[in-house]
C-alpha cells in the first residue's frame, strides 16, 4: 500500500509528509483491501478566504472503487487531522457495507439450494 503526498502552491516538508503518512496510515489498519492512498495538500492564497489549508485525499480500494475526502482548517496540521477522521468513517463505513451486503448474499444462495433439495 502507497502513500503518495503531493502539495499546490506549498513545499511538502519531511515533517508535514511523516505526519500525513502517521495520521494516514492508521487508516489501514481498518480496511486490508486498500491498494493506495493519494493526499494533495493546498493553500488558497486569497487573503479573504477562510480556512485557506486545504487536505484532499483519493483512496484507491482493490474493488475498482475510489473513496474521496477533503477538508478545509486555518493549520495544515489541523486540516490533515480532520481529513484522518473523516476517511476512517469513510472506509468504516465502506467495509460495514461491503461485508453487510457479502452475508445476504451467503444467505440467498443458502435458501436456493435448500428450494432445490425439495
Given amino acids: 500500500m502507497h502513500i503518495h503526498v503531493n502539495g499546490r502552491n506549498i513545499e511538502i516538508t519531511d515533517a508535514i509528509k511523516a505526519y500525513v503518512k502517521e495520521?494516514?496510515?492508521?487508516?489501514?489498519?481498518?480496511?486490508d483491501q486498500i491498494q493506495a492512498i493519494d493526499v494533495v495538500l493546498s493553500v488558497i492564497k486569497n487573503p479573504s478566504a477562510s480556512g485557506k489549508h486545504v487536505a484532499e485525499v483519493s483512496c484507491k480500494l482493490n474493488s475498482g472503487e475510489v473513496i474521496r475526502c477533503e477538508e478545509s482548517a486555518d493549520s495544515m496540521y489541523?486540516?490533515?487531522?480532520?481529513?484522518?477522521?473523516?476517511?476512517?468513517?469513510?472506509?468504516?463505513?465502506?467495509k460495514e457495507k461491503s461485508l453487510s451486503s457479502d452475508k445476504a448474499s451467503i444467505r440467498t444462495e443458502v435458501q436456493e439450494e435448500a428450494v432445490v433439495e425439495e
Fill in 23 to 31: 495520521k494516514i496510515g492508521k487508516v489501514v489498519n481498518h480496511y
Fill in 78 to 94: 489541523e486540516s490533515i487531522d480532520l481529513l484522518a477522521d473523516k476517511l476512517d468513517r469513510q472506509v468504516k463505513k465502506f
